[in-house]
């Protein structure tokens, strides 16, 4: 079974500032890789994902991420956050198994705090 | 286009009252449907899943149940709650392995 790790739970950081969120999964076959996002009171919304090709996507609202297969990781940035970016930012995993409707593997979640 | 509700938004049961908790997708056939939960501090855990009427999936042994009586719907039930049991309950619905949509979900407090 897969399994995926957020590697920080709270992050503060001021407008302006880069963001880097790591994301490393454990799977040995094919895996589909997704992140979301949760604003305060809101539904989770899908930030960006990864299918294959390129691996480096670009998400909504300026966000980006890398699947570097060989680390087995899919690290969110974002070059300069806004405070409107304040929410909790989640990394999912699907991995190709069995019929294949498995549902998402989702990390604990990184809590990011955006000082104005 | 496709949509999905679920509700109540927020519910306060006493423990061990029973549990309801309604999923519905419009505007597709035959979805992947999902219950997930959110536990302060632990992110989100699939509980449930189906790939048609009647078909339950379960990856976590609990005090829950889950029933798909239509196309549709997707019900999320216990008989006896727990404290434990507290938790933000999400919905998702899902045509293939590439997109999932999540409903607004459901806060559940037990008292």
């Known amino acids: 079974a897969q399994s995926v790790s957020q590697h920080n739970h709270h992050v503060i950081l001021s407008e302006a500032a880069s963001l880097e969120l790591g994301c490393n999964y454990s799977?040995?076959?094919?895996?589909?890789l997704f992140w979301y996002v949760q604003y305060p009171g809101q539904h989770l919304q899908l930030l960006l994902k990864?299918?294959?090709?390129?691996?480096l996507v670009k998400g909504i609202k300026g966000f980006e991420a890398e699947f570097i297969k060989s680390k087995f990781s899919f690290n969110l940035r974002k070059p300069s956050v806004q405070w409107s970016d304040t929410a909790e930012y989640f990394c999912?995993?699907?991995?190709?198994?069995?019929?294949?409707?498995?549902?998402?593997?989702f990390g604990k979640g990184t809590h990011l705090i955006i000082q104005p | 286009s496709q949509t999905i509700h679920q509700w109540p938004a927020t519910l306060v049961q006493p423990v061990g009252s029973p549990l309801s908790l309604e999923c519905t997708v419009e505007?597709?056939?035959?979805?992947?449907l999902y219950w997930y939960r959110q536990a302060a501090g632990r992110g989100l855990q699939l509980l449930f899943y189906s790939v048609g009427i009647g078909q339950i999936s379960s990856e976590v042994p609990q005090n829950l149940s889950a029933s798909r009586p239509q196309d549709r719907q997707f019900i999320l039930s216990s008989k006896k709650l727990l404290l434990s049991d507290s938790g933000f309950y999400l919905c998702?619905?899902?045509?293939?392995?590439?997109?999932?949509?999540f409903g607004s979900g459901t806060r559940l407090t037990v008292v």
């Open positions: 999912a995993v699907n991995a190709y198994s069995g019929g294949g409707a498995d549902g998402l593997t």
């Open positions: 505007g597709t056939s035959n979805p992947n």
């Open positions: 990864y299918f294959s090709g390129d691996p």
């Open positions: 799977y040995g076959g094919t895996v589909n």
């Open positions: 998702a619905w899902s045509a293939d392995l590439y997109g999932y949509t």
